[in-house]
């Protein structure tokens, strides 16, 4: 009993904090948006810091839910970065009818991404998917009387019902050529036998979807324009990096014996998703458009590193995410305050930023600097060692384009520190009230993206934890 | 050996004052800004001397050590990265060299920058440049170098755009950070292929491993071929493309002369004896790998310098900007240490090309750092960078007059000026090298005095009116004030007498003291040649139009004299004017400014015409998005079953 | 009991299976295209079922998995019903084509 209360803990936890939500929100209808977001963020941070206490390895379930330190380690990444995003989304909740549903239902697909990763069975990892993304079409569509984001809502439903209809697809030819779900066992039967391979592919696109790797991202700039910009922020960074996490186990250890298959698929998409992520962003207009692109850009990178597939690479990526994770969401989060305080998306607004606002201004410089790649923010290190783990194969030429392409995204990120530093416009950005909530998450993210880079030890942390899975 | 906390010291003074400013002062340290900054570089400077002093009055023998070091990432079991301070002679003259001149340019800038609104900034983002620069040249490891690097690029982005309200400034500090981050890039795969293949990072581990005929690390670098040429020369060569990125070789040198846009003093720091020169360090930093393990390389370092060299003395003198006259005879001085790098060998006297490079550095920061800061004078007295807008200036401002005489003088290689040594010493190596490399030398260094006096004369002489109406003269600035005075002065006397330092005994190639024998009889062809030059700006821009005028009236018989002269002149002129600017000054101008540029611009608008192609297809269809969904599905499907089995 | 071969039930399912893309990527109206996902969908259950019945008898993972899949194609139609019914509630219509407004 003990050991389920252990190896479930987090599990458990979120659970218990999303029942408290829904209690607390039947009980008590009268309290206001802002009212709620803090009792609620208190509740997040309670998860989060519940999260740090138990670590316990072992399974449960015949196999289906396993559990351990690394598992434990990436859950608390993801914790944080909920809790990060509930902060940021104050601003944006304070006026909100339903700031309450939002936090439940941002929980629930955190609750779905932690079965998601510690599913040792296709069952569990599929009801883990879809309890990630059900409610993240909801909260998509959350600006109730916007029609971009009802749009942004049903696109992200049908689109994302429509990919896991060919996952499934995949799943139940896996189960009919290897004659089992459980991820051990298919590891075991893999043989690569021309069924198996489409098998495979099928399941490849359905992770190609939730990544946005090209040519399976397009309706991701659309959800993240259409959806509330605390909504594309967790879009963009925490599910991504629950999928990408899951994607490396499921190449690494489930579909291993198929390297030959997915080396190829990679490096092709990869390249694709760095080229296209950057052409595209370099032409948007609208912040959180141009974030979409970036992200999927970065989601490119992302791709070169786990391509590595040597003992370092999923712990290389694995820090990655973290400095992403810290680097998108102060981007996101600027951009969220500004546009909470005065509705205004566009990167033509963001000039005079710095002459009004410096502090989120140098907050969004830092974030994008780290986003580029520019030492010694931690942003350079995490692309560093993804192409030093891409180049492990000995493909030059493409580590070479892709850090050509280091170089292009460079232009684009600069193009609005350029806006915010050094042009002006005739109806700046007033000064803009930050709030406590938000302050202090990115008052974290900031450091977050220096000390992770400035300090060894995160990347030791990681390093020796992968390496002992 | 020096203190290790005085070291430490150097460094950390630029960058407090640049925290305290940058983050702490905007308003509260307003007026204390500019003194808080130029203590702490007097007081940085004052101990890189100190420590230089000590350093090299104590040993005979200077082979690199780690004075600190510590661990910073530890990237694999076989990898780790520090951060550390490294001294040897040539980290020990940077110090002095970057600290003194930083300090001459706080100083100035007191005076300079007077009155601006943001004062504050411009001291913060002085330190923090200061600080990076000092940072790169101490660097015990490749990576350090590269971090520093790109925090130099940082800080010169932020200096060059100072302006911000000029888009012309803008619009340059992009370009400056943009074409030197894609030099950058290469020289960080450089870093990757090196630090790959010898398992280290760390310089004096890495040039011991790659020197070594005998090791593994130099073997399976050398062995696999990649377009020919083997891993360890693309990777020598990627970081010398980083190199001549910041030292704005040819044809990366696009970004120079628009950087030109900063404040004056700026241009002094950066693009006289600081940034620039980050190229020729990089080489000579890893110099005994480029020598001995892969001439090749050394062979590209040596042709990219004296191509560098010449085409920017020949552009230089179709310049009517005086900065961009600057700025080109400055690329054409690092020219000159690159390819003397070039020429140099390994050890003994076949090092003097390394030594003369140095050398050169050493003296060229002095005086190139003067001539900025005497065109800083001059653009601060009559407010335009136009040549046109100047000239009779010698009597109004007779500091700025001596110290920018001194300057040309010392850049056209005229005994005693401290150019004269180190130009000497190079163009001695030269002639031992390469008889071909030694004419153009010669040639570039003619160029040098011409196009340096014709702008001394267009400055100080010329016009005896002063200068045109469009812009007056501020009389209330008169020269400036004496913090802009002084350091003129200060660097007055260090151009004059930088070159009496015994420069071989300090800075050779392995590490012991080379004597240097300079002969006379070598030094007469290349003054003569220099005297020519000055002689030929001399009598081309000295006068403008009335002395010949008077001349002709008073005294006919002179005049049918010069009239014959004229003639022969005329001719001359003809030649000048009409041939050799035409056909050769005015193309490289033009190859520069549309093929080289023109290049990089297309690039971009290429790029921006496929991203605005492309975006069609996002057509904002869930429809159309679940179709490429199947068909990408359908192709990978393909290409899994049929191809890759 | 055995007198259908599975092929033939295979055969079945991916016929249905591309039935409901069809239907995904030609119908208009959002709600249609819903349909054309179920039929996607119920198709997997039936590939999952024949699986179980024909290749592995011993087992009950695949009926499982049927349950689940069915479980969530609800909530997922839920979701995404209410989701197109505030779409029309804020632009009067439900049709895929006219969803357009976020794009490039």
Known sequence: MTDFLHLLHHELLLSLVIVCMLILKLADRGRSGSSWSNLLNVLLLINFAGGLLIEAEGSLFDGMFRSNALLHFEKNVLSLGLLLVGLLATPYLRNHKHSAEFHILIASTLLGMFFMLSAGHMLLFYVGLELATIPLAALAAFNLNRGESSEAGAKLILSSAFSSAFLLLGISFVYGTCGSLQFEQI????????????????VFTGFAFKLSIVPFHFWTADVYQGAPIPVAAYLSVISKAAVTLVFISVLYSVFGALQATWTPYLLITALLTIITGNLFAMRQDNIKRFLAFSSIAQVGFILTGILGANVDSEGIVLYFLLIYLFSNLAAFGVAGLISAATGKESILDYRGLHASNPRLAWTLTIALFSLAGVPPTAGFFGKL???TSGAS?????FIGIAALNMVVSMYYYLRIVKAMFMETTAQPIGKIPTGVAPAIALALCIAGILVSGLSGSFYEHIHLLTLSY | MPSLNNLLLILLLPFCSFLLLGLAGRKRLSPLAGILGTTS???SALLSVHSAWTYFSSTSSHKPEVAWSMNWLQFSDSLSIDMGVLVDPISMMMLVVVTVVSFMVHLYSLGYMKGDERFTTYYAYLSLFTFSMLGLVVSVNLFQIYMFWELVGVSSFLLIGFYYDKPSAVSASKKAFIVTRFADLGFLIGILILGHGAETLDFNTLIARLTDPSSPWLGALSAGSFLGASALTWGLLLVFMGGAGKSAMFPLHIWLPDAMEGPTPV????????????????VARLFPVFAIACPVALDVVLWTGIISSVFAALIACAQTDIKRVLAYSTMSQIGYMMFALGLSGYGGEAGLGYTASLFHLFTHAFFKALLFLGAGAVIHMVHSNEIKDMGGLRKRMPVTHLAFLIGCLAIAGIPPFAGFFSKEEILTAAYAANPVIYWIALITAGLTAFYMFRLYYLIFWSRESGVSNAHPVDEHHGEGTISMKLPLLLLSVGAVIAGLVPFGNYVSSDGTPLHIHLHIGDAV????????????ATYFYKTESSKPAKLMQSMRVFYMTLHNKFYIDEIYLFITKNIVFPLIGRPAAWFDKFVIDGTVIAIGRTTDRIAETVRVMQTGRV???????????ITLAVFAIYLFH | MTAIPLTHILVLSTLLFFIGVFGFLTRRNLIAMLMGLELMLNSVNINFIAFNKYLYPEQIEGLGFTIFIVAIAAAEAAVAIAIIINLFRTTHHIDAEQADSLKY
Do not use: C, E, K, R
């Open chain 2, 267 to 282: 241009s002094a720091l950066i693009h006289a004896a600081t940034m620039v020169v980050a190229g020729v360090y990089l």
């Open chain 2, 41 to 43: 570089l007097f007081i």
């Open chain 1, 187 to 202: 590891a075991l039967t893999v043989s690569g036998n021309p069924l198996q391979l489409l098998a495979f592919t099928l």
């Open chain 1, 393 to 397: 194969l000995g493909n030059y030429l």
């Open chain 1, 385 to 387: 060692f993804l192409l």
């Open chain 2, 525 to 536: 062809l290349p003054v003569l040649i220099a005297l020519t030059g000055i002689g030929i």
């Open chain 2, 623 to 633: 429809q159309d998005y679940a179709l490429f969904f199947i068909a990408s599905l």
